[in-house]
């Protein structure tokens, strides 16, 4: 699709959308991960769901998606650099927690991943105004 064939207020509005999804992704795997702690470690349900390797790579397809589409549209608007590199840096953490073992350093790479990317959305509807 031409990059006119929609108004520049729609095209604001879905970048925007986009940016907003991309901090809603990143709240639902925080708190799946907070979860995943409370119920396998405290109450010991729902490893086998939870802790799936599928749930994990979707979460990071997702988030590389949004995050792609939202911050380099965003780039091409305002041509700031930051909201790219901070999300760049908070994939790359989440990336990284695929291939440790579960437990406290995949927990603690993906929380700080999120949060990093989540920070990048707000970076870049910060920077697109």
């Not at 549209?73 to 901070?86: A, S």
């Amino acid at each position: 699709m031409p990059q006119n064939a929609l108004p520049p207020a729609s095209r604001t509005s879905l970048r925007r959308r986009l940016d907003q999804m991309g901090i809603g992704l990143a709240g639902l795997c925080a708190v799946h991960c907070l979860l995943t702690l409370l119920l396998v470690s405290a109450l010991g349900l729902g490893g086998h769901f939870l802790l799936a390797e599928s749930i994990h790579r979707i979460g990071l397809a997702l988030a590389l998606v949004v995050a792609g589409a939202a911050i380099g549209w965003g780039y091409v608007r305002h041509g700031r650099v930051l909201p790219f590199l901070v999300a760049l840096a908070g994939l790359a953490l989440m990336a990284a927690a695929l291939v440790v073992p579960h437990g406290a350093n995949e927990f603690l790479l993906t929380l700080v991943g999120v949060a990093l990317v989540s920070g990048a959305h707000l970076l870049n509807l910060r920077a697109a105004r």
